[in-house]
């Protein structure tokens, strides 16, 4: 029996006969500390629906529908700049694979975040929001076929898979789609995929509210089984940051600490891992206590050229964190990405740019390295085409937006 097997076979056995439950409910080691005003600290709020935001979005008038109906069926894709690299190792993206989810009509579109409102699980049924969920699942095949065509083989799996799924009320298990899962990691292992996890802003471990805390290890154990029941190996990880300090960033840590330590199940600590973040925790800040727990730790470029690591330059923190990655035997991941053009101040640079001109300087040789840029697939191709990393599919590229933008506007002219 394969490690794969053996680990799908486990996931399913913890959820036997418990279909019908939601993640459970842990107690906590008593603790004596101030709730954060939620209103005032975003950071600290339970991960509910978000509120209902005012569309933007205008009407669409006859000279717009033509004007999308002028959209070109051969692109004007233009050059790169070549470049040089050691670099051998895998590059991936993020959660939505740009070209197949903007296929026409909108019913043949291919992704794996449908979602919904709390209000709409309360009118259809549990069974409709699980409907969704199966879904996504159903498109993972056919996206990772994609990656595999394009020789795309690192994606980060969305977190909106099975939407609500670890809600305090309406969340569910996924026993209901376990052949399915199963189905997606064979495939992911028969290509040799990685496939990874990256929890939202809610996640906070070291939140002083219990309620929080408690949200947030059902969020671990959901991106869990997900992976569990596709059988992924220690190389499918859940990353997720330290999140806020409350006010005192030793006593956050030391809490990180402890629910790492003492609440979260093993086979959710097994796949944790942590990165730096641009505001609030710098490599060095997680580095002691990744060292410490075994935790690994994700390097992510932008965030410590936002929020620098004193005396401790990127290429000391990817050894350190990367010997962390070895001893666990989990292959070793980066983040990359860059701040958009003509960004100014550290809000509008926090922003990602929507492809990456070149890949960092120092990076190892044999590593995966996502590539976190809005334009997801297409950043790695056009990355592809300038170090000349592997064959590229010309019919897969589009033209960056703003070159994409000037072509349709003539088209339109020319017709």
């Not at 996640?203 to 992924?232: F, K, N, W």
């Not at 990393?389 to 589009?398: A, D, K, Q």
Request: a neutral charge.
């Amino acid at each position: 029996m394969s490690q794969r097997d053996i680990t799908v076979r486990r996931a399913v056995e913890r959820i036997s006969g418990t279909a019908h439950m939601r993640y459970s409910f842990r107690p906590r080691r008593s603790e004596t500390c101030v709730s954060p005003d939620p209103a005032t600290n975003p950071d600290d709020r339970l991960p509910e629906e978000s509120p209902r935001r005012k569309s933007t979005k205008r009407n669409i008038t006859d000279c717009q529908k033509q004007k999308q109906a002028s959209i070109p069926s051969s692109w004007d894709i233009p050059d790169v700049e070549k470049r040089d690299t050691t670099f051998r190792g895998r590059l991936g993206y993020a959660c939505l694979n740009t070209l197949l989810r903007s296929k026409k009509p909108a019913a043949e579109a291919t992704f794996c975040s449908r979602t919904c409102r709390i209000e709409s699980i309360k009118k259809k049924g549990v069974e409709w929001v699980k409907d969704l969920g199966r879904k996504n699942v159903e498109d993972m095949l056919e996206i990772i076929e994609w990656n595999e065509r394009n020789h795309i083989r690192f994606m980060r799996i969305s977190s909106s898979m099975f939407p609500f799924a670890s809600h305090e009320i309406y969340g569910y298990s996924l026993a209901y789609c376990a052949t399915l899962l199963a189905e997606v990691g064979a495939l992911a292992e028969k290509y040799g995929h990685r496939l990874t996890v990256h929890p939202g802003q809610y996640t906070q471990l070291g939140s002083p509210r219990e309620a929080v805390v408690r949200s947030s290890i059902r969020d671990l154990e959901y991106h869990c089984e997900m992976l569990d029941l596709m059988g992924v190996g220690p190389d499918g990880v859940i990353v997720i940051h330290g999140g806020g300090v409350y006010g005192d960033k030793e006593a956050t840590l030391a809490r990180i600490k402890e629910t790492i330590r003492v609440d979260l199940p093993k086979n959710v600590r097994d796949r944790l891992v942590l990165e730096n973040d641009e505001l609030c925790y710098t490599a060095a800040d997680l580095l002691p206590t990744c060292k410490e727990l075994e935790v690994p730790l994700v390097f992510d470029y932008h965030h410590d050229m936002l929020n620098p690591s004193p005396g401790l330059p990127p290429v000391r923190i990817m050894e350190e964190a990367n010997e962390i990655f070895r001893r666990r035997g989990i292959k070793p991941k980066q983040h990359y990405s860059e701040p958009r053009n003509g960004a100014v101040g550290i809000m509008e640079r926090r922003a990602h740019s929507d492809r990456c001109q070149i890949l960092p300087q120092g990076l190892p040789e044999d590593m995966d390295l996502m590539i976190e840029a809005k334009d997801k697939e297409q950043a790695v191709l056009q990355l592809y085409r300038t170090y000349e990393l592997h064959p590229v599919n010309y019919e897969s590229l589009r033209p960056p937006k703003d070159k994409e933008v000037e072509e349709i506007i003539q088209d339109d002219i020319d017709t």
